[in-house]
């Protein structure tokens, strides 16, 4: 693997998030300042490799995952259907595996992107991660490159089929699958939608909160339900 490239051309900032950020502070009585970088780009600004092919694998357009994760989902749940599973065990099992996958993303958050290496080159190497998306949001790097989606998605494959079994793990890993897409167009949604729905306010809301008021909150993107759970949610400033 080539190395990254020594510097970075100027960001050109698109729109600055930080100042939706300070309008929350007002309207939903936040604690804090805005902090935090807020390069929020449609351009390809950052160059992270040198290496030509490892930098186009580094981005991603936004319908990729849609289109390579939708037919693979589906595929999984209706092969569990037709491995007799009734069609009501199908549903529940799908959606315990939907269920599981918001887990799944509250512990990759918190405690594998969120962990900081303490070697420069491991550093460097860890840093296309997470660390470069609280940095800069680029717009083809906001869902998860198949690069990185892939090996993770047949780790979680092979657990399933050790702790399932077949045909279970069939609509379960399609049911996680539907979780992950959730994710990750909620995810783009926060950063390059405008929600006009209560809930997608609400959402880009809470993610704007873990990037520019305080990192240690709000983990959970497509659903909250595990930083409730785990005491990650913000406090609030009470009116005097």
Known sequence: ??????????????????????????????????????????????????????????????????????????????????????????????????????????????????WEPKGEGLRRFYYPMHRLHHDVQEQDRLVTPLLMAVPLWLVFLGLFYLLLGQPWLFPFTGGFTIGYLGYDYVHYMTHFGKPTSKLGRLQRRRHLQHHFGNEEVWFGVSSPIWDFVFRTTPARRHPS
């Not at 930080?18 to 804090?32: I, N, S």
């Not at 390069?39 to 186009?56: C, D, F, G, M, S």
């Not at 989902?73 to 259907?81: I, R």
Request: hydrophobic residues 45%.
């Open 1 to 114: 693997m080539d190395g990254h490239s020594e510097e970075a051309p100027a960001i050109r900032v698109e729109f600055d998030l930080r100042d939706q950020w300070a309008q929350g502070v007002a309207e939903h009585g936040w604690l804090g300042q805005p902090t935090g970088k807020s390069a929020v780009t449609a351009e390809k600004q950052i160059r992270l490799y040198e290496n030509p092919l490892l930098e186009w694998l580094s981005r991603v357009h936004p319908a990729v995952p849609i289109s390579f994760w939708g037919p693979v989902a589906l595929v999984l749940v209706y092969w569990g259907y037709r491995a007799g599973i009734s069609v009501a065990a199908t549903a529940v099992i799908t959606g315990g595996g939907v269920f599981a996958w918001t887990l799944c993303e509250y512990v990759l958050h918190r405690w594998i992107f969120h």
